[in-house]
């Protein structure tokens, strides 16, 4: 996950920004730091919105964490929840947490067909059929 790589002097600048400083990564270390961000770096669609209005293509419009952390140092600006949890990965020394910057939700396929089939009135064979092209059919571990 090299785009997430930010090295030590801009996790410091981060740090800064948040006025905080480098502790070793304790829980109570990880609530400080979050309730950090979360009073720092708004959660905001805007800034999104405006970079793939002037993107030419849909590859250009992911903002990764140097992006979203200079954005909220420049002028204040955040991200969505996605954009945010990515971009509070390294700074925040989550792989001592043995977190690996990944959100993950494992869904049961049976379950979820079954689900989707009632709410929107499709063939559990058709939800079923659409899941396996994605890959969404293997059992959760």
């Known amino acids: 996950m090299t785009h997430i790589q930010l090295d030590d002097a801009f996790v410091d600048d981060i740090l800064r920004f948040l006025k905080l400083r480098r502790q070793p990564p304790t829980y109570e270390y990880l609530n400080a730091l979050i309730g950090a961000s979360i009073r720092r770096v708004p959660w905001e ?3 999104r919105i405006l970079k793939r209005d002037a993107a030419s293509k849909t590859a250009d419009c992911p903002r990764f964490p140097r992006e979203v952390w200079n954005d909220a140092m420049r002028f204040g600006g955040g991200g969505t929840c996605f ?6 990965t390294k700074p925040f020394m989550l792989e001592s947490f043995d ?8 869904l049961n396929p049976k379950t979820l067909t079954e689900s989707l089939a009632e709410q929107f009135q499709i063939p559990a064979e058709k939800i079923s059929a659409a899941l396996s092209l994605v890959g969404a059919t293997k059992e959760p571990v």
């Open 45 to 47: 669609s805007v800034t």
């Open 83 to 88: 954009e945010i949890n990515y971009s509070d």
């Open 99 to 106: 977190h690996d910057g990944k959100h993950e939700i494992r």
